[in-house]
């Protein structure tokens, strides 16, 4: 199916980075390709390119079609477009600097610090307002919030419960499978049910999330994979970015978009529900304070 959101010659790199996990072999040949030198794609006919990587043109349409685009030829137009007006960083911005186990620690943090700059600029530039906007009134009209995830994504469904709970949502996070089937078959319609999983393939994620969706409640996926099953099963898709390496495992890169989703819709919701949500950390705050203040040992007297 086509994306009615084209990407923009600004955001088109950060797709193909985005998708290219879930791509077929094939596929990915082209899409290297597209992420070592976008211009010279450009330049090149569909028999050129086909001739180029090896693959057949009907793969060739089938990758542009994943891209969001109608075939070939609007792809090549758009990556004329990125070609001129995006800043090119060349071959090493698709991989951006494994880790070895003998870098030195300075390597260690320049390489992850370009890694999450990168997942970070990515997530940015492949999510539009309206798409966010959607998942935001989605939200602040709910009567409960359930986020499923494990693992790593477990971390970020708990902050996303977390942040919402402060501004005094109903939200709750599920890392346990069957804890997550019991809130998925209680949801009812005007509920919205959110499932973090980076391949978008964890059945802990994806059945309760399929459960909760057939129940007629409102689902957000938050994955990297836009292709992904649970991206399929979902209402409202945010996708994440970030290139995983035997050193780089899904804890680190792709957790560090998930968190910035999360808080794009944790500030899009606070801003909907102002008077609530200023309220409700107002007196969170407060609570907070007068516990840690009680709970403080107290000072001896001198005898």
Known sequence: MIDPQLPTPENLVARVRAVFPSLTPSAQIIASLILDDPATVARNTITELSAASGTSEATIVRTARVLGFSGYSQLRLALAAAAATTRQ???DRLVPGDL???DPLSDVIAKVTRAETEALEDTAAQLSPERLGEVVDAITAARRIDVYGVAASGLVAMDMAQKLLRIGLSAHAFTDAHLAMTSAVLLKPGDVAVGVSCTGETPDVLEPMRRARKAG??????????RSALAETSTHVLISAGRETAFRPGALASRISQLLLVDYVFVGVAQRTSELSNEALRATRAALEQFVSESRPKSRRPS
């Open 89 to 91: 960083t060349g071959p």
């Open 100 to 102: 070895a186990p003998d």
């Open 217 to 226: 409640v409102t689902t957000v996926a938050i994955t990297n994979n836009p």
